[in-house]
Structures are given as structure tokens and as C-alpha cells.
């Protein structure tokens, strides 16, 4: 993989890690945690049939798909004709953050709307600027793109109070805090857990059930533990003879993750499936994975589907990458924001553009940016026209 590739990547990764919270990137703690859970013995058809459900979702989500389901109709679509909607993403320098909102403006468009983006930058005082700027600039809608609520929680209210509609794109509700007429939360838990449950079937059905596994959890929201320990959970389900060994980090920490692995490595030899939260840790993890020697040894199955990730399996380095389309979330954050403006309810993202990259189909793929932006990888784009029928578009 060429170095601007893995420079791309980081960043990527580090930002896509902190969309947890905020507030979670300065969590106290700073090394590196480690738990093992080892599988009792059992029979050998409990495995067989683990192997054989690993494979067919494997199979299922590995193919192009041209549409995900058909959306709830929604009623009483306002007229979005000459009226402004603000995305506020918590950084806008990452390529998935970006192809969300070009989403957003091209898919609420089609509604006559036009979409302002305004650049978090990651800083907590320059999202809430952002949202305020919106406010001066007489926006009908907010949208904030993995901003959690409690890390702005004044910032949201001070939009609200102005009698404009506000979308938390990408986190559930917290705790004490519902759902209103101005107030929305659009939840992708769903579509994610897929995604750290096929990591886990990958490893299921590559080792023919009896893979020994570092699990790599990211700690820095209870939204970010709850996506590995579903994949974990998948394993336990599936997996009787596989063995779980975790190892905790955060964003903040991800400079120390090469030598935890190394550490972990070294006491658990027997270990041989790697499964880092996103594909941009990989430029993190490899120098331990090198140092430990296990670099023959050691398959590593991750999620990101970008460009950088799908380069290293083509290259051999990562074994399964488990994509998620970004141009699909954005027309997603785009239902969430057409179901908030029509007083409608607002449906989670269970399904959708998910997609397991293996050598077995990279290779027919063009690797680019521009692809990754757009919806190839992943299959045709009926399912754009689907979200415009439920909105009474033709």
C-alpha cells in the first residue's frame, strides 16, 4: 500500500473513532486494557453448524445488491423548495464525513432544498459556532453528523429555541434525553452491528470454527464498546471452539496500539485472526504485528471499506474488510431529515449498503476515491429512487 494511501487511512480512522463522543476522546485513562474469554468444549455439530451460518452470511453480503427494502411512505412532505439545511459534521476533512453531506445535498435537492455545510473540525467550540452560524443564517434545519448530543447539549438547545428543527445524524438518544418535534436522532447501530458481526463470521468461517482471536475494542463511547462487544457476542453464538482474547484502546491511545498487540501477541502465540474496529488502524497495528513476528501468521479482518483498506486485500495484508457505502448513510441522513421535517417518525438503519471485501472480489473493483464515494463497490442505486418514492417523488 503506497504511503499517501496509509496517510489517508489514519486520518480516516482516527476521525471515524471519534465520531463516538466528543467528549470521549478526553476520557480519563490511557493504556491499553486486555481481557481473555476462553470457549468450553462442545459438540462437534454445534461448530459444523456455526461454520455453516458464518458462511452463508458471508455469502449473502458479499455480492452487489440494488436495493436495501422499501422505505416507510411518508406523509405530509413539506415543500423544501427554497429552503436551507445545515450539516454540521464533527470534521469534514474525511473523505466519509464529506460524502455524507454531498449525499444529503444531492438527495434533499431533489425536494428543492439546498444544503450548507459548515466544518466541525472536530473541535467542540467549532461545532457549536457552526450551529449557531446556521441560526444567523436562517436555516430550516440543523443536521449534525456524529455530534452527540451530550457533548453540545446548550449548543442543540440554542438551535431548538429558535424554533428550527434539529437532526442528531448518527447517535441513538442518551440516556434521559427523547425524541421531540424539534428534536430527531437518526441511530445507524443497527447497519453497524451487521458489519462487526460479519467480522466476527469471517473468522468463524475461515477457520473453520476454531479461530483464536484479538479483538481490538474501542473505548471511547459506550456506543463504540457496544459495536465490538456484538461482534463478540456473534462469535460466542457461533463459534463454541473459538477463543476470545480482547484488547482495549482509545483513539487517543491508537499510537500505543502497535506495541499492546506486540505485548499480546507474545503471551498468547496461538492467536491468529486480528479484528481491528476500522480499516485505518491497520497502519497502527502492523509495525506489532511485525515486532511479534506474526506477520505470516496472523490474519487481520476489519470494516471501513475504504480505498486504502481494499488496496491492502488486494494486496494481501487484510484478509476481510467489511465495507459500509458512504454515499447510502448520507441518503439515510437525508430520509432521517425529510421524516423529522414531516413530523414523522424516524426509522433506524438496519439494512443497507454492506458489503464483505475479500481477494475473492477486490480484484474486479476500481480502486478510487471517486468510487468509494459513489455506489459501484456496492451494487446499482435503485434504492436512491426508493427513498425518493417514500418521499413522494417520481
Known sequence: MTGSLRSRAWALGAAVAATGLLAACSSAGGSASVSSVGASASPAGATSAGVKYAEAELAKYSGLRNTYGTPVPVSNVPDLHGKNVWYVPIGSGVPVLTTIGDAMTAALGKLGATVHVCDGKFQPTTVASCMQTAVTQGANAVVTGFVDYNSEPSAYQSVIAKGIPVLVGGEAPPSGVSASKDLGFFNPAGLTHTAFDLMSD????????????????????SDTVGNSDAGIAELQAHCPQCTVTTLDTLTANVSQLGSAISAKLAANPAINYLILPQDAFFEAALPGIQSAGFTDKLKVITAG??????????????????????????????????????????????????RVFSKANVGSLDLTDADYDGTVWYGGSQWQQDFLSAWGVK
Do not use: H
Open 202 to 221: 469471517a473468522a468463524i468461517a475461515d477457520s473453520n470454527g476454531a479461530a483464536n482471536v484479538l479483538v481490538v475494542r474501542l473505548t471511547d463511547s
Open 305 to 354: 471499506g475504504t480505498t486504502a483498506g481494499l488496496e491492502a486485500v488486494k494486496d494481501g495484508e487484510i484478509a476481510y474488510d467489511i465495507g459500509q457505502g458512504a454515499d447510502y448513510n448520507g441518503w439515510g441522513f437525508a430520509d432521517a431529515t425529510v421524516r423529522l421535517l414531516a413530523g414523522a417518525t424516524i426509522q433506524p438503519e438496519n439494512d443497507g449498503a454492506v
